[in-house]
T-cell receptor, first 111, second 115 residues
Framework: DGGITQSPKYLFRKEGQNVTLSCEQN?????MYWYRQDPGQGLRLIYY???????QKGDIAEGYSVSREKKESFPLTVTSAQKNPTAFYLC??????????FGPGTRLLVL | AQSVTQLGSHVSVSEGALVLLRCNYS??????LFWYVQYPNQGLQLLLK??????LVKGINGFEAEFKKSETSFHLTKPSAHMSDAAEYFC?????????????FGKGTKLTVNP
């Protein structure tokens, strides 16, 4: 079954801690994305990558970091510099017909 | 910069009634346009997309959307609402002249379906 997986479903962060959210896809898509969703705010782009070993900042990259060492994987690290990390995080990938497909999401909560 | 406006953060309809969710985009050159649906605590699922091939686009679950360049609109409709349509709906726009390298999302419309 082809698709996008995100883990964990729920993640708890303590103050001062870095946490990493996993995103894996087996759709053979080149481009991958990370979005943050807050109630009533829609989706905001954090980082995106159009090819392995390359990525660009989105609209709200401060306090986040990414890597793209493999085509299938695009992990997001929420650093301690992100002062308001509580949100629903969505990963997506884009096909050659310009359509983005989304994973099931990770909800990050602060202890 | 491109922006997407969804009129009405909450829409309530009766089961069997027409569903109309409004979306307007800002660019003078038509972008690629998308409607997604999100059920609670889940990711977004593509309903339909406009890529300049046809102005009336049919999607999944009986939904369709009409692209109107003169009104810079891409409203989503369904003739008869079903209880299972209750969800949040997002309109998104790609780059003017095509492509979806970066999507801009509206803030979403939560649809409630009353029995």
């Amino acid at each position: 079954d082809g698709g996008i997986t995100q883990s964990p479903k729920y993640l708890f962060r303590k103050e001062g801690q870095n946490v990493t959210l996993s995103c894996e896809q087996n759709l053979n898509h080149d481009a991958m994305y990370w979005y943050r969703q807050d109630p009533g705010q829609g989706l905001r782009l954090i980082y995106y990558s159009q090819i392995v070993n390359d990525f660009q900042k989105g609209d709200i990259a401060e306090g986040y970091s990414v890597s793209r060492e493999k085509k299938e994987s695009f992990p997001l690290t929420v650093t301690s510099a992100q002062k308001n990390p509580t949100a629903f995080y969505l990963c997506a990938s884009r096909d050659r017909q310009e359509t983005q497909y989304f994973g099931p999401g990770t909800r990050l909560l602060v202890l | 910069a491109q922006s997407v406006t969804q009129l009405g953060s909450h829409v309530s309809v009766s089961e069997g009634a027409l569903v109309l969710l409004r979306c307007n985009y800002s660019s003078s050159v038509p972008p690629y346009l998308f409607w997604y649906v999100q059920y609670p605590n889940q990711g977004l699922q593509l309903l339909l997309k406009y890529t300049s091939a046809a102005t009336l686009v049919k999607g999944i679950n009986g939904f369709e959307a009409e692209f109107k360049k003169s009104e810079t609109s891409f409203h989503l409709t369904k003739p008869s609402a079903h209880m299972s349509d209750a969800a949040e709906y997002f309109c998104a726009a790609g780059k003017p002249q095509g492509g979806s390298e970066k999507l801009v999302f509206g803030k979403g419309t939560k649809l409630t379906v009353n029995p």
